[in-house]
C-alpha cells in the first residue's frame, strides 16, 4: 500500500514538474526568434553607389573627407559588377574595423531606366557576396543621383529575402521620376517604385537632400523629381526626410564634396 502512495507520489510531483516547466518550453524558442529578430552584427557597413556614369572611385574623395571629419579611419572597399555578375574588387577592409565603406559600381553605368533596374539587380549580386563574406545582418547606404534609385529598387525587390536590416539611407539628388520636367507626368520608373512601396523596409531611416543651383533643380535632375521621393518613402518606413542645399558645390556633379553634405552624411547616416 505505502509503495502504490509513493508510486502516486512520484508521478503527481513529476507532473507538477512538468507543468511547471512548460511554459518555459514555450517561451524558449519565441525568446530565440526574438532574439535573431532583434540581433545585431557588430560588422555594419556603410554601401555607398555613384550614378550614371561615375566608376567605383566617384567617393574616393568624399571618403577622405568624411574620415578627415570623424577622426576615424574607416577602410574603403570597391567593387565592380561585370555585366555576367562578376565582381573585381580594390582596396581592402581592415579586420578591426566594423564601418568600412563599400563602393559598388557597375561595367555597364550608362543611364536609363533598363540599366538602372539593371544596376539594382547587380547590386544585389554584389551585396549577397559581401554578406556571405563578412556576415554582417545590417547596414546603411547612401546613393547619389541614379545610386540612390539603384539603392531603392534593391530594397523594394531584393533585400527581404536577405534576412539582412536596412538601417538608414540617404540618397542625394535622386530622380525619382527622373529628368521629366513636366510634374504632371510620372515615369514608368516613378509608377513602378510607388507600385512596390509596401517592401520597404518598415523600421529604414531615410534622408533625401536636393541640391539647388537654380530655381527649378540642381543643373539637371528637377526639384520635382526629388521630391518625388515623399511618394515612395512616406508612411512606408519609419521616418523621411526631405532636405534642400545650396550656396556653393551645389550643383548636381558636386553635391557629394559639397561640405554642407559631407556634415549631412556624417550627422545622419553614420
Given at each position: 500500500m ?8 512520484f508521478w ?9 516547466c512548460l511554459?518555459?518550453?514555450i517561451w524558449r ?12 552584427s ?7 553607389v555613384?550614378g550614371?556614369?561615375a566608376?567605383?572611385n566617384?567617393?574616393?574623395a568624399l ?18 559588377v561585370m ?13 578591426d574595423?566594423?564601418?568600412p565603406?563599400?563602393?559598388v559600381g557597375?561595367?555597364?553605368?550608362h543611364d ?7 544596376q539594382a539587380?547587380w ?8 554578406q ?9 547606404a547612401?546613393g547619389h543621383s541614379?545610386g ?8 523594394e525587390d ?11 539611407l540617404?540618397t542625394i539628388a535622386?530622380?525619382?521620376?527622373l529628368e ?16 512596390n512601396?509596401k517592401h520597404?523596409?518598415?523600421q ?8 539647388s ?22 508612411k512606408q518606413v519609419?521616418s ?6 545650396t550656396?556653393a558645390?551645389a550643383?548636381h556633379?558636386?553635391?557629394p564634396?559639397?561640405q554642407?553634405?559631407v556634415?549631412?552624411i556624417?550627422?545622419?547616416?553614420l
Amino acid at each position: 500500500m505505502r509503495s502504490k502512495r509513493t508510486f502516486r507520489s512520484f508521478w503527481l510531483i513529476l507532473g507538477a514538474i512538468f507543468l511547471l516547466c512548460l511554459p518555459g518550453f514555450i517561451w524558449r524558442p519565441h525568446q530565440e526568434a526574438h532574439v535573431r529578430a532583434n540581433y545585431r552584427s557588430m560588422f555594419a557597413p556603410v554601401f555607398l553607389v555613384p550614378g550614371s556614369s561615375a566608376t567605383q572611385n566617384r567617393f574616393n574623395a568624399l571618403v577622405k573627407e568624411l574620415n578627415k571629419e570623424s577622426g576615424t579611419k574607416h577602410s574603403l572597399l570597391r567593387v565592380e559588377v561585370m555585366t555576367d555578375g562578376t565582381l573585381k574588387y580594390s582596396g581592402t577592409v581592415r579586420q578591426d574595423d566594423m564601418r568600412p565603406y563599400i563602393v559598388v559600381g557597375f561595367e555597364n553605368r550608362h543611364d536609363g531606366t533598363e540599366n538602372i533596374e539593371n544596376q539594382a539587380k547587380w547590386f544585389g549580386i554584389a551585396f549577397r557576396a559581401l554578406q556571405k563574406t563578412y556576415g554582417f545582418n545590417h547596414f546603411s547606404a547612401m546613393g547619389h543621383s541614379n545610386g540612390g534609385l539603384v539603392l531603392t529598387l534593391f530594397m523594394e525587390d531584393e533585400l527581404a529575402a536577405t534576412h539582412v536590416h536596412a538601417d538608414r539611407l540617404l540618397t542625394i539628388a535622386s530622380p525619382f521620376n527622373l529628368e521629366e520636367q513636366n510634374p504632371t507626368v510620372n515615369t514608368p520608373l516613378f509608377n513602378r517604385l510607388r507600385a512596390n512601396r509596401k517592401h520597404l523596409p518598415k523600421q529604414l531611416v531615410v534622408y533625401s537632400i536636393a541640391g539647388s543651383k537654380t530655381y527649378t533643380g540642381d543643373g539637371i535632375v528637377p526639384f520635382d523629381s526629388v521630391n518625388r521621393g515623399k511618394y515612395i518613402f512616406q508612411k512606408q518606413v519609419k521616418s523621411f526626410t526631405q532636405m534642400t542645399v545650396t550656396g556653393a558645390n551645389a550643383n548636381h556633379a558636386n553635391l557629394p564634396e559639397n561640405q554642407q553634405i559631407v556634415s549631412l552624411i556624417q550627422q545622419y547616416l553614420l
